[in-house]
């Protein structure tokens, strides 16, 4: 069972499906105990729209996914997948939890909450991929195609010694919204610190000191 939620949970639902937009969002409103404040529409609508980032982010990869470059609006990911290999693909794209297309709303809105919450939340029939990105985030850093465009800016700003105020000004984004980046950078370098993510962005040519 749900815990209630006094405040509303700001979603960012994106799919490129209008149906599947509607369907998901009329699931999500009629769960009890937890209200979203739900942001519906495509990945270019959705990340050109100002304002604060939301709180986690509904990704509906589609029935035949094509785009491997998930959304960038400075939450937490959960992907809707209709196989393995979409799975696959989404956890290279960034999404921190992986359901199938049809899982139950109750399903959905726990793991919801357990993703913003920065938590990693798997369907069963998709645990055995969730060990294989974090192992091999090192190695994709190598390249400068393993980072998103906005993560290579905040690369190069740390690389600056910035920090996350000064580079959320530079950006033209929120403070939220540059730590976020940040840690994402972090993550896909596998690292703890700022300046360790430096030295070894230096090492792997992704920044020039």
Do not use: C, Y
């Amino acid at each position: 069972m749900l815990a209630a939620s006094t405040s509303p949970l700001r979603l960012s639902l994106v799919s490129e499906d209008p149906l599947a937009r509607g369907a998901l969002s009329r699931a999500l409103s009629d769960q009890t105990g937890v209200h979203f404040e739900v942001a519906a529409g495509t990945q270019v609508d959705l990340e050109s729209q100002p304002g604060e980032p939301p709180d986690v982010v509904l990704w509906d990869t589609g029935l035949r996914p094509s785009n491997v470059e998930g959304p960038d609006l400075g939450a937490p990911v959960l992907a809707l997948v209709v196989d393995e290999a979409a799975g696959e693909a989404a956890l290279g794209a960034g999404a921190r939890g992986l359901l199938f297309r049809d899982a139950e709303p109750s399903a959905l809105v726990a793991a919801l909450l357990s993703v913003a919450r920065g938590l990693a939340v798997f369907d069963p029939a998709l645990a055995e991929l969730r060990a294989t990105p974090r192992a091999s985030l090192p190695a994709q850093a190598t390249t400068p195609d393993a980072l998103t465009p906005r993560e290579r800016e905040v690369l190069g700003l740390l690389a600056e010694g910035l920090s996350n105020k000064a580079i959320a000004d530079r950006l033209d984004i929120s403070e939220h919204t540059a730590k976020f980046h940040v840690n994402a950078v972090l993550a896909k370098l596998g690292v703890q610190r700022r300046t360790e993510a430096v030295v070894r962005a230096a090492k792997l040519g992704l920044v020039t000191l």
